[in-house]
């Protein structure tokens, strides 16, 4: 059974590792990220209102197979979602989509909100297919000199009001 719980219910750490299990198919990212994933796990762990606000673990069957967090600094003109993650082990199966649209219905109970914007990569194929089945639409493509070895970024959105 897939349950939605609160960070704060995991250990510190449980971020950095799911991020490190979910882009293990290409050793660059661990290299290129390693420090950013810290800091991010470090962040939301030290700032357990946000976490609690602005992100959760997806678990199946009492084990957390993933997570997803959103940055509403932005608001009303839109929110952003930051990492979307499944453990390699899990992909396929549809539960990075029932994450997504969790986050989805989350997002979308903040007032007068007018999109929801996400960044992915070329690599991501997978990705990609997941925002475009909840209804993200690709806005554009551009130049990604960052990490060109994941392709260029990929822009989605979902407009909810003009």
């Given at each position: ?78 929110v952003e979602i930051g990492h979307n993650c499944i453990l390699t082990k899990y992909k396929g199966n549809g539960y990075g989509k029932l994450q ?63």
């Open positions: 059974m897939i349950e939605f719980k609160k960070t704060i219910e995991f250990p510190k750490g449980t971020f950095y590792k799911q991020l490190v299990d979910a882009y293990s198919f290409n050793d660059n990212c661990k290299k290129t990220w390693n420090d950013m994933w810290n800091e991010y796990d470090e962040f939301f762990y030290s700032n357990l209102e946000i976490a609690e606000k602005c992100s959760f673990i997806t678990v199946l069957d009492g084990i957390p197979i993933g997570h997803i967090s959103w940055d509403p600094r932005n608001r009303p003109d839109y997504l649209q969790e986050a989805i219905r989350r997002i979308k109970e903040y007032d007068d909100l007018k999109k929801i914007i996400v960044t992915t990569n070329e690599i991501t194929f997978s990705a990609q297919k997941n925002y475009e089945s909840v209804g993200f639409i690709k806005v554009k493509k551009r130049v990604n000199n960052e990490t060109p070895f994941l392709g260029d970024y990929i822009d989605y959105e979902i407009i909810l009001k003009d």
